[in-house]
Structure formats: C-alpha cells, structure tokens
C-alpha cells in the first residue's frame, strides 16, 4: 500500500490570505484526490488532481478558490485561496493504484 | 447524479454483539464499494471493498454484501470489540475512480 504524507499538518491562518498544502505520495500512483472534511461530517471530494493538465472539480468547487497542481504522478498541492472563516476545516490527499489510500490531512483554521 | 444514503448514523452495541451498516446507491454505473474507518484524530483507512461483479466478500470478523438490483450495500462486523469503536464511511465508485462517500456511521462497541 502506498504512504502519503502532507504538509502542513495544521496551520491558522487569517483572513484574505492563501495556504498551499502539499501532498507527497511514496509510490506512483493513477490518480490523486484532494477532499475536505469538517469536524463530525463526512468526506467531500473537491477534486481530481490530473497530471500534467487542469484538476477536474465538483459541484460547488472552483479552480480560483482551490487551484490544485500535479505535476508528476507522486505529487500535488492544494492551495486554499482568499480564506473566510467558512474554509476552516480538514483537507485530505488521497491516491488510488488499485485501493485508494489518504493522507494525514491537513488542519486549517481562518481567524 | 451520485449520491450514496449510509444508515444509522449512530449505533451502539455490545461487545460480541454484531453490528450492520446500510449504504444505498443511485448511480447505476457504480461499480466499486469500499468502507473506511476513521478512528479519532486519524485519517480514513480501508477495511473492506467490493466490486460489483462479487455479492459477498468476507476478511474474518467483517464482511460486506452487495445487491445490485436493490442498489445497496451493507458492512457486517461481526463478534465486536471495543477497539472497533469509531466512524465507518461507506464509498462508492465508478469509472472514472472518484469516490463519493455516505454520511457516515458512529459506532460505539460497549464493554
């Protein structure tokens, strides 16, 4: 199984400004996702990090509010644009080969 | 669209008892069933998954069913122990690999 690490773990940031979270996985994987999770709730995809091209996003999600990067298949960042108070939360990264494993996440909070 | 309803949302067992949780389905291309518990503090990890052409899968105490036809499928757990204790999301897939997650389920095993 594959070993994913991100950093930060957990930053508070204020707001109006912008956090970059990266996501480091130990093997190559097919694909890469990055998801949020607030206290209590469930998971809830953001997006799909593509390699090499634009990150496929979901309803709800736009590429200037959480610009996503992959540019190999072991590593992406997520960056958090513009915070608000309503972006704090959990951000996992997770990869998938024939399982699909996640990340440590990351813990944000926006005074 | 994708959507995946996971019930109970809590539940409370005694240990050795068995323990059931229900997810239903609504896209008829979905092909993957994973389950993940996430103890707390700690990231989702896998326990069990199916894919759509098996109806039962088995890894000693845990099991998972699926019924097609009905679009849904369960986790069993089976002889419960107390460290069994925190939350299970139920996902599901398709072709394109994303994973849509359910609500997820607290389960307090009782001593």
């Known amino acids: 199984s594959a070993v994913i690490s991100q950093k930060p773990s957990r930053d508070i940031c204020q707001r109006g400004t912008s956090l970059t979270i990266q996501c480091q996985v130990d093997?190559?994987?097919?694909?890469m996702f990055w998801y949020r999770q607030q206290p209590g709730q469930s998971l809830t995809l953001i997006a799909t990090?593509?390699?090499?091209?634009?990150?496929?996003?979901e309803s709800g999600f736009v590429i200037d509010k959480f610009p996503i990067s992959r540019p190999n298949l072991t590593f992406s960042t997520l960056t958090v644009s513009n915070m608000s108070p309503e972006d704090s939360s959990i951000y996992l990264c997770?990869?998938?080969?024939?399982?699909?494993?996640f990340g440590p996440g990351t813990r944000l909070t926006v005074l | 669209g994708e959507n995946v309803e996971q019930h109970p949302s809590t539940l409370s067992v005694q240990e050795g008892d068995s323990a059931v949780i229900k997810c239903t389905y609504s896209?008829?291309?979905?092909?993957?069933f994973p389950w993940y518990k996430q103890e707390l503090g700690k990231r989702p990890q896998l326990i069990i998954d199916?894919?759509?052409?098996?109806g039962e899968k088995k890894d000693q105490r845990i099991a998972v069913t699926l019924n097609k036809t009905a679009k849904h499928f369960s986790l069993h757990i089976t002889e419960t122990q107390p460290e069994d204790s925190a939350v299970y999301f139920c996902?599901?897939?398709?072709?394109?690999?994303?994973?849509?997650f359910g609500s997820g389920t607290r389960l307090l095993v009782r001593p």
């Open positions: 997770s990869g998938r080969y024939n399982e699909q494993f």
């Open positions: 093997s190559q994987v097919t694909m």
């Open positions: 990090a593509n390699q090499g091209s634009e990150a496929t996003y």
């Open positions: 896209d008829s291309a979905s092909n993957y």
């Open positions: 199916i894919r759509s052409n098996v």
């Open positions: 996902g599901q897939g398709d072709s394109s690999y994303k994973l849509i």
